[in-house]
T-cell receptor, first 107, second 113 residues
Framework: KNEVEQSPQNLTAQEGEFITINCSYSVGISALHWLQQHPGGGIVSLFMLSSGKKKHGRLIATINIQEKHSSLHITASHPRDSAVYICAVWSNYQLIWGAGTKLIIKP | KAGVTQTPRYLIKTRGQQVTLSCSPISGHRSVSWYQQTPGQGLQFLFEYFSETQRNKGNFPGRFSGRQFSNSRSEMNVSTLELGDSALYLC????????????FGPGTRLLVL
């Protein structure tokens, strides 16, 4: 079993829909990252969380440390949000990565 | 401040050759980590360098090695390349007081033929 599990693996939605991507982990962590990767390969850090909730524009990330679970939400989704979203946890001084969720937003 | 830079951006090699990739961290960042991304295995941690010393290491064979220079620039070397080494290699730098906050470079895409 992977230490970081993401769901769904793939998600296709219509523009404007509310999107939720989930991440569960089984190791002790000091922080959890949500990152975005576009087809060119570059990775952009969206959020780093150790507790609670963070919001940036249309993106919201939450974490429940007791349940070892985090969610990334996108409100009013737009085709430019199409990308791979990756959850990674900081554990034992290294990042352990989820497999990513490929999100496609159709106009 | 300039971001993390990686060179080259793209590389094609043949099996058995060796390759060296370079990463220049953000100014003031002394920690550099390397990651490999393949379609089958996803992103995996290779190693971390700090103050010219390898501080942490992932589960990769000895063909994968690295080093860090006094200016914090880091190189990663892969010897005796295999087809399975084809991947995107990402490096990330961080400030020592905040190792968990990593800034990623654009990556080097390596194709092994």
């Amino acid at each position: 079993k992977n230490e970081v599990e993401q769901s769904p693996q793939n998600l296709t939605a219509q523009e404007g829909e509310f999107i939720t991507i989930n991440c569960s982990y089984s190791v002790g962590i000091s922080a959890l990252h949500w990152l975005q990767q576009h087809p060119g390969g570059g990775i952009v850090s969206l959020f780093m969380l150790s507790s609670g909730k963070k919001k940036h524009g249309r993106l919201i990330a939450t974490i429940n440390i007791q349940e070892k679970h985090s969610s990334l939400h996108i409100t009013a989704s737009h085709p430019r949000d199409s990308a791979v979203y990756i959850c990674a946890v900081w554990s034992n001084y290294q990042l352990i990565w989820g497999a990513g969720t490929k999100l496609i937003i159709k106009p | 401040k300039a971001g993390v830079t990686q060179t080259p951006r793209y590389l094609i090699k043949t099996r058995g050759q060796q390759v060296t990739l370079s990463c220049s961290p953000i100014s003031g960042h002394r920690s550099v980590s390397w990651y490999q991304q393949t379609p089958g295995q996803g992103l995996q941690f290779l190693f971390e360098y700090f103050s010219e010393t390898q501080r942490n290491k992932g589960n990769f064979p000895g063909r994968f090695s690295g080093r860090q220079f006094s200016n914090s620039r880091s190189e990663m070397n892969v010897s005796t390349l295999e087809l399975g080494d084809s991947a995107l290699y990402l490096c990330a730098s961080s400030f020592e007081g905040r190792r968990e906050t990593q800034y990623f470079g654009p990556g080097t895409r390596l194709l092994v033929l």
